[in-house]
Every structure is written in C-alpha cells, then in structure tokens.
C-alpha cells in the first residue's frame, strides 16, 4: 500500500505545470479517489504556499520595531512591507520626475521612503506614529507628523503610498479632492477589486463610481500577504490612478455624489425603488418621491447595471426637478 504523497507518483508540490496529471489521475482505474484527493490536497498546499511567496530582503523587520518600541497595531493597520523589490517596482513604476513633488502616506520604517527619496523630486511623508515620524526625520525625511484625514495635506504631483486598511476608501477621494498626476496606491486586494469595478461586475460599488468619473483606475500589481510583517489576512493590489475630467455632464456634483450614495444603498433594486426608499434624504413624502421616481431616466435598471454618465443623468433629472438642497454626501 502506497502511504505518502511521494509514492503516489505526485510531486510534492503541484504546480501549473502538474495539472496535465489531472485526467490520468482520475482515469487511471488504480486507486483512483485516492489519487485524485492527493493531487487536490498537493494542489491547495502550493496554492497557500504561493499566496504567502514573496522576495523577504528585509529579515530584521521585528528588531527595528523592537529598537523603536513599536509593537504593530491592528487598528493602525501597521502591516509593514519587507519586500524591496516591490518597493522598487512601485518607484519604478511612478516615473519620477527631478521636478515632481512627491507624497507618500504611512511610510513606517521607510522601505518605500528610502527609495522615493533616491528617485529624485521632492519627497514629503505624512506619518501618524511619532516614533517613525522622528525616526524618518533623523533620516533626513520632511515628515508631517499627523493623521492623513485631518492634516492639511502639502501640494503633490506623485503619490506613492502602502496604505494603511482603514483609510483605504477616504484617503483615496481626499487624494482625488486635492490633484495629482499620478497615484501608485496599495489596498487590501478586496479593496482594489472593488475600486475598479465596472458596471455589472459584482464588486461594482459607490466606491467604483466615485473614482470612475475622476480617474482612470487599475489594479497593476498582485502583493502575496506574506509580504509584510506582521502577515495580514489577506492579499494586497497595486492600483495605479490617473485623473481626468469625466466626458459628461453634471449638472450638480455634489447632488451627483449624493445620488450615487442614495441608489448604491439599495444597489440591487431598481432605481425608481432606491428613491422612494430613501424620501427622506430626498426631503419629500414618499408619494412625492414615487412621483419623481417614475420621471427620471433608467427608472427601471438595477443601479449596478449603470455607467457613472447614466448616473450623472439620474442626478441631473433629479436637478432639473429642483431637488438640490439634499443632506451633504458622506465620502
């Protein structure tokens, strides 16, 4: 009786290659269930083996916590990468210039700093943590010590940043809010998936419309989660962002956001259904909001089926009605 994984004929770990193995595996008339329960479980071992694989060029991540008195906080999302060349990539990848004013959000230890600030331009970090912050200063960084939400944030061309989960969807509009040329952002993978979602995918989202209109959006680069220190959960994604005006009209932009707001909070029903159920925010009777529902384009679409320019012309119907006092958008 074959006993190990080795016996069976499998290589110890699956990889793209070994799935031409499959069919015979399940064909062969010998031992043919457990054969085949080898290859799947050789497989799911390669498949979290590579979700974890990544360059690991800085070993001593821990002890520079240590030597800061840094234990990494969960509700910093202080997820610190140790792959540098990954760091090198995104610099790379940002296209520099010798006269670009460079902003990075949450460097850390600066494994990513320390190659903005090589590349040339004028590197500006904003930390929240003040023992980074005085160590990147010690560094020879200019760091903004303070929260990236609340701090007055200095002119920039480029934005190069690892940053922190928790942020993720706010930081991203404040940088959109504030201009730039070019973003190179790491989020939660989750996250990126949702940012650049088009109409009819499931993760389309409010998210998904609010940067649509303003940028273009994708993710460039997977980043395995074994990657940083401490291992998160999950998976990150580089999403590189490039503004531009949207080529259609809104009439209002604010109502255009609170639109969108209104209608992804009821994303699955239709889109004369999401007004009547939101009257309130409306600041009409619910008949009354019936009523103006059965007036506005794509009444009866799904709004995850609608494009940022259909939506811009819900939000312009709705202007044309003399309905823009509604209660100011949340980001």
């Known amino acids: 009786m074959k006993n190990s994984l080795r016996d069976s004929g499998l290589p110890a770990v699956v990889n793209v290659k070994s799935l031409h193995l499959m069919p015979l595996i399940r064909s062969n008339g010998t031992n043919n269930t457990r054969r085949y329960k080898l290859f799947i479980n050789s497989w799911e071992r390669y498949y979290k083996w590579s979700a974890y694989r990544c360059n690991m060029t800085s070993p001593g991540v821990g002890g520079e916590l240590r030597k800061l008195g840094v234990r990494p906080s969960k509700n910093l999302g202080q997820n610190f990468l140790t ?12 296209g520099i210039l010798s ?22 331009g004028r590197l500006t970090a904003i930390e929240l943590d003040r ?9 020879g960084i200019d760091v903004i010590q303070g929260d990236a939400m609340e701090v007055e944030l200095p002119e920039f061309d480029v934005v190069v940043s690892n940053l922190p989960y928790q942020i993720s969807s706010g930081i991203t509009m404040r940088l959109l809010d504030a201009g730039f040329r070019k973003a190179l ?3 939660q993978k989750e996250f990126a998936e949702h940012l650049v979602a088009r109409p009819g995918e499931r993760k389309y989202s409010r998210i998904s ?12 680069r ?17 999403v590189e962002m490039v503004p531009r005006k949207p080529d259609f ?13 209104i209608l992804f909070s009821h994303k699955n029903r239709k889109v004369r259904n999401g007004i009547s159920a939101e009257h309130a925010a409306l600041g009409l009777s619910k008949e009354s909001a019936k ?19 259909q939506l811009a012309e819900v939000a312009n119907a709705i202007k044309a009605a003399g309905l823009s006092g509604l209660r100011n958008s949340s980001q």
């Open 131 to 139: 023992r980074f912050a005085a160590d990147l200063r010690k560094r």
């Open 99 to 120: 006269s670009d004013r460079v902003l990075e959000i949450g460097p850390g230890l600066g494994i990513l700093t320390e190659r903005l600030s090589a590349a040339g």
């Open 83 to 94: 792959d540098a060349s990954v760091a090198d990539w995104m610099v790379a990848r940002a």
């Open 222 to 238: 997977s980043v395995p989660r074994g990657c940083f220190h401490p291992v998160p959960k999950v998976d990150s994604a580089i």
């Open 185 to 187: 952002l790491m989020f």
């Open 291 to 309: 009523g103006l529902a059965e007036e506005l384009p794509f009444k009866n679409e799904r709004p995850i089926t609608l494009t940022p320019a």
């Open 249 to 261: 009209e809104i009439a209002d932009e604010s109502l255009y956001k609170e639109t969108v707001r």
């Open 209 to 220: 419309v609010m940067v649509a209109y303003r940028a273009k959006s994708e993710i460039v």
